[in-house]
């Protein structure tokens, strides 16, 4: 199991919050790049602490957005194996209806996004 531990206390996730979590004994970073409400991060971050594999993050995350705000929502994870964007967290960030969460040291890459609010 992921443990995450977030090292800023806000009531939603900040842009560029490195969070440090700990699996089989290794530190491991999760960079938030968007995600400005905190009931969308939560679930983004329960469905890393509780799965490993991209199918079941993303069934698990799925589930939990589901009629979220009385959105669509479109969920994708994926996995990476380089990263051609600059991945470094940048301003203007604040849509409601976007959460957009890397694991860089696992290579893996949650976004979520409504389609119809």
């Known amino acids: 199991?992921?443990?995450?531990?977030?090292?800023?206390t806000t009531?939603?996730?900040s842009?560029?919050?490195t969070a440090i979590a700990s699996y089989d004994e290794q530190i491991i970073k999760l960079i938030v790049w968007i995600c400005p409400?905190?009931?969308l991060?939560?679930?983004?971050?329960k469905s890393l602490i509780q799965y490993r594999t991209v199918d079941d993050i993303n069934k698990s995350l799925q589930d939990k957005v589901s009629g979220y705000?009385?959105?669509l929502w479109l969920v994708n994870t994926i996995n990476y194996s380089r990263t051609t964007a600059?991945?470094?967290p940048g301003p203007n960030r604040s849509s409601q209806n976007l959460c957009f969460v890397q694991v860089p040291d696992e290579k893996i890459v949650v976004f979520?996004?409504?389609v119809v609010s």
């Open 1 to 8: 199991m992921l443990l995450l531990h977030n090292t800023q």
């Open 11 to 13: 009531s939603s996730a």
């Open 15 to 17: 842009i560029g919050v």
């Open 37 to 39: 409400d905190p009931t």
């Open 41 to 45: 991060y939560d679930m983004v971050e």
């Open 69 to 71: 705000r009385n959105a």
């Open 86 to 88: 600059d991945t470094a």
């Open 112 to 114: 979520v996004a409504a």
